[in-house]
């Protein structure tokens, strides 16, 4: 079958086919684990309907745009300060002779390394 073939193209239709096969079952298994599970449980697998008309609810809501705003914010932020960061101290890691020492460890060492043969 084409569909299981390696480094092969598959068809567009069958592509899509398998991409709602996944979902469709992902998200049976989980409505069922949650039918299983109903009761004290529920909140830690709620049902695929809760969620929804959680999320409706939470939508509806003027501070949740705002949480979401503030999220990306603070997420932004954290990227550009660890890039401003590491990117100096990765250039002028490269820049000093003993780290150059230090990571280009010689034969001689202790540390063996890994073959793979």
Avoid at 37 to 45: D, P, R, S, T, W
């Amino acid at each position: 079958m084409q569909l299981f073939q390696l480094r092969r193209d598959i068809k567009k239709s069958a592509y899509y086919g398998a991409l709602a096969l996944a979902f469709l079952t992902m998200l049976g298994g989980w409505w069922l684990l949650s039918l299983v599970l109903h009761g004290e449980q529920a909140v830690f697998i709620p049902s695929p309907q809760r969620v929804l008309a959680a999320a409706g609810e939470l939508i509806q809501d003027d501070e949740f745009f705002l949480d979401v705003k503030m999220s990306f914010l603070r997420v932004t932020g954290g990227f550009f300060l660890a890039a401003a960061l590491a990117i100096p101290l990765g250039i002028s890691w490269d820049r000093i002779e003993l780290s150059k020492a230090f990571c280009n460890r010689s034969q001689n060492s202790s540390v063996t390394s890994l073959s793979l043969q």
